[in-house]
């Protein structure tokens, strides 16, 4: 399975300034990408839902996101077919720290929570 960043954090600049997120996902798709991950402005920055809406109408292959995901956040990304988490993860959501087991099961139960209303 290959998944395809696009407009990742990294590689935001003005070289790929003037190609919008839909067409970078639709260059994916076309080049056989089995999904594409939306990111944020960097490392830990939560997706602009705005993107999000934008490449999932763009694509038929699976969306996910790929930054910023919390608890707090969580109800605006629940449509993606996908939720990369690193970051939160760790304690104090500090990238470079250790996994906060805490954090994870407070993520887990509130992701559990949301699944059910949607049923």
């Not at 998944?3 to 970078?24: C, F, P, R, W």
């Not at 699976?62 to 969580?74: A, D, H, K, Q």
């Amino acid at each position: 399975m290959v998944l395809t960043d696009i407009k990742k954090k990294h590689s935001s600049h003005a070289i790929t300034a003037d190609v919008s997120i839909a067409d970078t996902a639709r260059a994916a798709e076309f080049f056989l990408s089995d999904g594409v991950i939306v990111t944020g402005t960097e490392t830990g920055r939560p997706v602009d839902s705005k993107e999000l809406k934008e490449v999932q109408q763009a694509v038929d292959i699976p969306v996910l996101v790929g930054s910023g995901v919390s608890t707090e956040n969580l109800p605006t990304y629940l449509r993606a077919n996908g939720l990369i988490v690193g970051s939160y993860f760790k304690k104090h959501g500090r990238w470079q720290n250790e996994v906060d087991l805490d954090r994870v099961d407070r993520f887990m139960d509130r992701l559990s929570t949301l699944r059910q209303k949607l049923r």
